[in-house]
């Protein structure tokens, strides 16, 4: 099967589920496959991609992709795609792969198979599964007979593993000058310099248990002990004791990390939905009835205002040996 997988970059620097999405197409395909890298003197990242798998890295380089547009991203991978005819394209199911894949989609007239947390190849046609439900069940699904089969890959899920492909062959796709009919002006980072749990490999997120505000520092002791990012139910961010970006679940983040340790939170359905598939999901709570034990892979039933500071000095402790 021939692959063709987008490659996202912001400030110069490649997001990792991009990686993950060239690093399973490889494998998929067996070899090495094609990437496009759009974005503005980001010619110098496409060595990097044949790490990961790519053999042939088209990059698109114009003053207009410097920042996402939908137009210009979509109208590269378009172009590349016809330039190569692949069967699949693969896209990271990041905010902005979730933009542009059914973008792409409705250009060439075929379905989306997205989201997946798992992607096989059966009688040369993807077949994938992804959550339904919050998380309840799981939906495998496939492209039907579309010519071009376009999938998402959940972030967090697939290894990024180094498939040295060695260096790709780097072609500048030549495309029209792009006149996108809406342009993002300006972005602006919000003022925390903090890793985003969308992109954090392990995450200490506090719920209503914590009492109030004043306690976060009690949570971002074992926090910083574990090297995590910071997370929160939505019941904290509705009662604004901490911002919405650091909210988890159906109405926040869907993060996929190695360890999830949810402090004081129940687990409703609706923050299952966001960290549910987590690999190793730790429960701290006073209730030994609350839901989240029902998915946690280890739990511990006390008062969080006992066990994590208990636990941040251990985790410090044998950090140390
Ligand atoms: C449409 C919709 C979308 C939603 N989207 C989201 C979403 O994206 N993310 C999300 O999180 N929620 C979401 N919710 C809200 C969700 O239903 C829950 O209300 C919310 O997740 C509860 O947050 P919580 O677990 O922090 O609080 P609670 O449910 O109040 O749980 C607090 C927990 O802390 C425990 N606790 C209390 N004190 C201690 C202590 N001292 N030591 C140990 N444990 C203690 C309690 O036993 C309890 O289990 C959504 C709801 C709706 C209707």
């Known amino acids: 099967m021939k692959f063709l997988v987008f490659i996202e970059q912001r400030d110069g620097k490649i997001r990792k589920a991009s990686l993950e999405a060239l690093s399973l197409a490889s494998k998929l395909a067996g070899g090495s496959v094609v990437a496009v890298l759009p974005g503005k003197g980001v010619a110098g990242l496409a060595g990097g991609l044949g790490k990961y798998g790519a053999g042939v890295v088209y990059v698109a380089d114009q003053d207009i992709l410097a920042l996402y547009s939908a137009k210009g991203y979509v109208g590269a991978l378009d172009a590349a795609a016809t330039k190569e005819s692949p069967d699949a394209v693969l896209i990271a199911a990041t905010a902005m792969g979730k933009d542009m894949a059914p973008r792409l989609a409705a250009r060439r007239d075929v379905s989306v198979l997205a989201d997946v947390m798992d992607l096989r190849v059966e009688s040369g046609r993807l077949v994938g599964s992804r959550p339904v439900y919050s998380g309840k069940a799981r939906a495998e699904a496939d492209c039907g007979n579309a010519a071009l089969q376009v999938v998402t890959t959940r972030p967090n899920v697939f290894p990024a593993e180094p498939r040295g492909a060695g260096q790709p062959r780097v072609e500048t796709l030549d495309l029209p000058t792009i006149a996108p009919r809406a342009k993002v002006l300006k972005v602006e980072a919000s003022e925390s310099k903090e890793l985003d749990v969308s992109e954090a490999d392990i995450i200490v997120s506090g719920g209503r248990g914590i009492k109030g505000p004043e306690n976060w520092p009690m949570i971002r002791?074992?926090?910083?002990?574990?090297?995590?990012?910071?997370?929160?139910?939505?019941?904290?961010?509705?009662?604004?004791?901490?911002?919405?970006?650091?909210?988890?679940?159906?109405?926040?983040?869907?993060?996929?990390?190695?360890?999830?340790?949810?402090?004081?939170?129940?687990?409703?359905?609706?923050?299952?939905?966001?960290?549910g598939t987590s690999k190793v999901i730790v429960a701290l709570n006073k209730d030994s009835e609350a839901p989240i034990f029902k998915v946690a892979t280890y739990g511990i039933v006390g008062d969080i205002f006992q066990i994590v500071p208990e636990v941040a000095k251990a985790v410090r402790e044998l950090k140390k040996e």
Request: aromatic share 6%; proline share 2%.
């Open 221 to 275: 002791e074992l926090q910083q002990a574990l090297g995590a990012a910071l997370g929160a139910s939505r019941a904290v961010v509705d009662a604004g004791w901490i911002d919405h970006q650091y909210q988890v679940g159906q109405t926040g983040k869907v993060v996929s990390p190695t360890l999830y340790v949810a402090c004081g939170i129940s687990g409703a359905i609706q923050h299952l939905a966001g960290m």
